[in-house]
């Protein structure tokens, strides 16, 4: 009887540790699958380590996924792109606004600018500064 019950745990600890080795390899957390709360906290982290110069829009769209709010501009034979992603919470309306968000500017690809969402709708003149 003692040998049955030690096989059914052994037997119960494999099945457990196949299964969590399976959800680890096959599981694919994206931000898109994340709750508001967990994803807001990832784009404040994730943003956070980002450096200009360093980061492309391609890397953008893979690890933060689409952004909330996007805008897209050509000026001058450059193509200036703003993804807003959303870091805090202001209002339960169930929209996300640019106040909600942290924006990055991406200059042909390319990462220039990093700000609040609230600060740049008066900022379209940085597509000037950029130039």
Known sequence: MNKKVITHILLALAAYGIFVLLVISFYDDSPE????????????????????????????IEALGSPDITEARK????????????????????????????????????????GLGDNYPANWGIVQHHQ
Do not use: P
């Open 33 to 60: 699958k994340m709750q508001w709360e967990d994803r807001e906290a990832y784009n404040r982290q994730f943003i956070a380590k980002l450096q200009l110069e360093q980061f492309t829009f391609e890397q953008a």
């Open 75 to 114: 000026f001058s034979e450059n193509n200036f792109q703003v993804m807003f992603y959303r870091t805090q919470h202001v209002k339960s309306d169930g929209i996300t606004t640019q106040d909600e968000c942290t924006f990055l500017l991406f200059v042909n690809g390319v990462l220039k600018e990093i």
